[in-house]
């Protein structure tokens, strides 16, 4: 079984930043991708981020692509999210997740473990 844990969320004003950490344990495969992925009440869960194992491959959604950045730090365990810039439409519960591959996909069924999320606000 593997845990994921995020942690960082909270409310911050437009143009604020804010970091995510999604920490991995139990039993992680030896190589996984990450992803992170939103959803705004009423609507359904996008895709936002995903980094392949080694961290050579990111791949971004066009709303946040230029204002957030994936990465990860294998030996730790854990992936972040740089989130600048941010815009009120930016709020939503952010999920990490984690595929048995070295690969990133942007599709969520392609990912097999969930962190429980963690609440984003931006107020504007």
């Known amino acids: 079984q593997v845990q994921l844990v995020e942690s960082g969320g909270g409310l911050v004003q437009a143009g604020g930043s804010l970091r995510l950490s999604c920490a991995a344990s139990?039993?992680?495969?030896?190589?996984?991708?990450m992803g992170w992925f939103r959803q705004a009440p009423g609507k359904e869960r996008e895709f936002v981020a995903a980094i392949s194992w080694s961290g050579s491959s990111t791949a971004y959604a066009d709303s946040v692509k230029g204002r957030y950045t994936i990465s990860r730090d294998n030996a730790k365990n854990t992936g972040y999210l740089q989130m600048n810039s941010l815009k009120a439409e930016d709020t939503a519960v952010y999920y990490c997740a984690a595929r048995p591959s070295g690969t990133a996909r942007e599709v969520f069924r392609e990912y097999h473990y969930w962190g429980q999320g963690t609440q984003v606000t931006v107020s504007s």
């Open positions: 139990g039993r992680t495969p030896s190589y996984y991708a």
